[in-house]
């Protein structure tokens, strides 16, 4: 019985650790009337919400490239 008590109070603690997050931005075309929100645009609007929902942001990822287009 003591080794399951051992074994739930160490899931509590696991469980009780902050979730980490990585924003991701992306920009497939150079074009400005055919995408609606630059990179920058995103990102402000991203940390907007987590700070709002209190989430632990630990990257930022940014893209800039057509995918149809290889490489």
Known sequence: MEQIT???SVVV???A????Y???A???TESEE???LSIDSQIKEMLQIAEKEN????EIKRE????????
């Open 22 to 24: 990585c924003l991701y």
């Open 55 to 58: 989430l632990h942001i630990i």
């Open 17 to 20: 650790l902050p979730i980490k």
């Open 64 to 71: 800039s490239h057509s995918a149809k287009n290889a490489g």
């Open 26 to 28: 992306r920009k497939s």
């Open 13 to 15: 603690a696991v469980a």
């Open 6 to 8: 051992k074994i739930s």
């Open 34 to 36: 055919r995408q609606v």
